[in-house]
Nanobody
């Protein structure tokens, strides 16, 4: 099982980016999925999460600007990021609880995608 994140890049303050994360491999179910980020010198923090039924939660710092969604048919989650600020600069990681061929849920991390917000 692998998580492949994409969509990061350089954007000016006030701009938008859309991150994607696709799960692949022997997958029999996916429970919660989410996006985390880690800025230089800081701890990794939860940005947004989404359950298998579509319930969402967000860090206070991104509420109203970011939106998480998922496509269960594609085993993919997205993070639409609007009104980006320099303090959103970080490596963004996707995370998921996945039911594999062992018939147990394991937690997986994607490789990270860098988002840089700068003029």
């Amino acid at each position: 099982v692998q998580l492949q994140a994409s969509g990061g890049g350089l954007v000016q303050p006030g701009g938008s980016l859309r991150l994607s994360c696709a799960a692949s491999g022997s997958i029999f179910g996916i429970n919660s999925m989410g996006w985390y980020r880690q800025a230089p010198g800081k701890q990794r923090e939860l940005v947004a999460g989404i359950t298998s039924k579509g319930s969402t939660n967000y860090a206070d710092s991104v509420k109203g600007r970011f939106a998480i969604s998922r496509d269960n048919a594609k085993n993919t989650i997205y993070l639409q990021m609007n009104s980006l600020k320099p303090e959103d600069t970080a490596v963004y990681y996707c995370n998921a609880d996945i039911l594999g061929s062992s018939w147990r849920y394991f937690n997986y991390w994607g490789q990270g995608t860098l988002v840089t917000v700068s003029s």
